[in-house]
């Protein structure tokens, strides 16, 4: 067998002039007639062919002819259907001109003028000074002093670190007072129970003691009268 050698260059040759065969566009031979068209509006036609199929004779008592002959001689058409939906009656919703618009009369106009007070009335006032006992406040101060008051209620303001510590120990000695009077106060409810029980004295000694050396004579003395006579008459 013959052996068919092949260079490089052939076949780098080939390949890029396949290559270029693929890519390129061969328009193929085609001859173009120009003609006029009568084009007509389908759509219209259309329509007006729908309105004619939604309304058609109904035979609802006949079937062969589209009208009917009674026995006097008189013709009656048939009865004719539409499927059209009732058209809805479109209601404008509108206010009258009198809503947004205001219209004044000659009467109410006199009246506003009466009322009405001018630039220059307005600036010749506020030269004049009046005088009253009453006492006056500046609205300027007054609403600065409110809006001051406010704006400290709205801020809050932590307090210093001396402060904190201080109010700690005022903490701690409120509770410390606490437990002594409550310790206090057990003390002497306990000393109460362990005494003996005494009866209330109702004053000192010595008026005790007065208290019965008036007993004792009353006593004595009624004693004594009983023997004796009576100071009055009896009889």
């Known amino acids: 067998m013959s052996e068919i050698r092949v260079s490089r260059a052939q076949l780098c040759n080939e390949s890029e002039d396949e290559s270029l065969s693929e890519t390129e566009y061969q328009a193929p031979d085609l001859d173009f007639d120009i003609v006029d068209v009568n084009q007509e509006d389908e759509p219209a036609k259309e329509k007006e062919n729908k309105e004619v199929d939604e309304e058609f004779a109904f035979p609802l008592f006949s079937i062969t002819s589209s009208t009917t002959v009674e026995e006097r001689g008189r013709s009656q058409e048939m009865k004719k259907v539409s499927l059209r939906e009732p058209s809805e009656d479109t209601v404008i919703q509108k206010r009258p ?4 618009f205001v219209q ?49 209620k709205k801020k809050r303001h932590r307090p210093g670190k001396r402060k904190r510590m201080n109010k700690l120990e005022c903490d701690k000695r409120k509770e410390e007072r606490k437990i002594l009077e409550e310790k ?3 003390e002497k409810f306990e000393e109460r129970q362990k005494r003996p029980f005494q009866a209330k004295s109702f004053g000192s000694h010595n008026q005790i003691s007065r208290m019965k050396q008036k007993t004792t004579f009353n006593s004595k003395s009624y004693e ?7 100071q009055f008459r009896t009889e």
């Open 97 to 100: 001109d009198s809503y947004y």
């Open 224 to 230: 004594k009268g009983s023997k004796s006579k009576p």
């Open 104 to 152: 004044y009369d000659d009467k109410l106009k006199n009246q506003f003028k009466q009322v009405v007070v001018t630039a220059e009335e307005i600036i010749q006032g506020s030269k004049d000074i009046v005088f009253s006992k009453k006492r006056l406040v500046d609205l300027d101060q007054f609403n600065r002093d409110i809006e001051e008051v406010l704006s400290r």
């Open 184 to 186: 206090e106060r057990k």
